[in-house]
């Protein structure tokens, strides 16, 4: 079956431009989550959605970052005014059952020039 | 709150030879642990979890972790290393129950695996 899926695989910006990222989970699972992975480091955590509750938005690194989800499914990531420090690659994961399991996607990388 | 100590950034080894890949963590609370696995160009994958079931915990190809509370230690060991192996590896941390939804990333160990 289909895994996750983000799009676009590759953006390149420039600074002051603002991004959309998409990312499609896995039919059925009611969790959906977004990471960024900056080089060198680790993912980190940016926000979480679960069924119809208010999302966890506590990762969000600044207000230029806000995600939406739509009808419990596709998520959109958006990064306004982008800055260098923003390059990085941003994962979506999704579960079915509670955060344990997450399934993960290809990831979105993004370079601002 | 949690977070997870990788202790070797690189970790190199020959075909055959024990894989043994380090990590400590820190938790308030009794954690749920995970490693995943980053093949080149791939998604992260599960390779296996602790979630207060047995402490020895077996993943998939051939992986397995013991849970340690008094060392606090979810250290992740193969007997036998292949070249499929090479890749990079997180070890991730959550709270346990009632804890939440963040998972806390390590910074990665990135294994060769030399013939």
């Known amino acids: 079956g289909a895994g996750v899926s983000q799009s676009p695989s590759n953006k390149v910006t420039e600074k002051g431009k603002d991004v959309e990222l998409r990312c499609d989970p896995i039919s059925g699972h009611t969790a959906l989550y977004w990471y960024r992975q900056s080089l060198g480091q680790g993912l980190e955590f940016l926000i979480y959605?679960?069924?119809?509750?208010?999302?966890?938005k506590s990762g969000l690194p600044s207000d230029r970052f806000s995600a939406e989800r739509t009808g419990g499914s596709v998520s959109t990531l958006t990064i306004q005014r982008t800055q260098q420090e923003d390059s990085a690659v941003y994962l979506c994961?999704?579960?079915?059952?509670?955060?344990?399991?997450?399934?993960f996607g290809p990831g979105t990388r993004l370079t601002v020039l | 709150a949690q977070s997870v100590t990788q202790l070797d950034s690189h970790v190199s080894v020959s075909e055959g030879t024990p894989v043994l890949l380090r990590c400590n963590y820190s938790?308030?609370?009794?954690?749920?642990l995970f490693w995943y696995v980053q093949h080149p160009n791939k998604g992260l994958q599960l390779l296996l979890k602790y979630t207060s079931a047995a402490t020895l915990v077996k993943g998939i190809n051939g992986f397995e972790a013991e849970f340690k509370k008094s060392e606090t230690s979810f250290h992740l060991t193969k007997p036998s290393a292949h070249m499929s192996d090479a890749a990079e590896y997180f070890c991730?941390?959550?709270?346990?129950?009632?804890?939440?939804?963040?998972?806390?990333f390590g910074t990665g160990t990135q294994l060769k695996v030399e013939l």
């Open positions: 938790s308030s609370y009794s954690p749920s």
């Open positions: 994961a999704s579960s079915l059952a509670g955060p344990d399991t997450q399934y």
């Open positions: 991730v941390v959550r709270r346990g129950a009632g804890g939440g939804n963040k998972l806390t």
């Open positions: 959605f679960q069924g119809n509750s208010a999302p966890d």
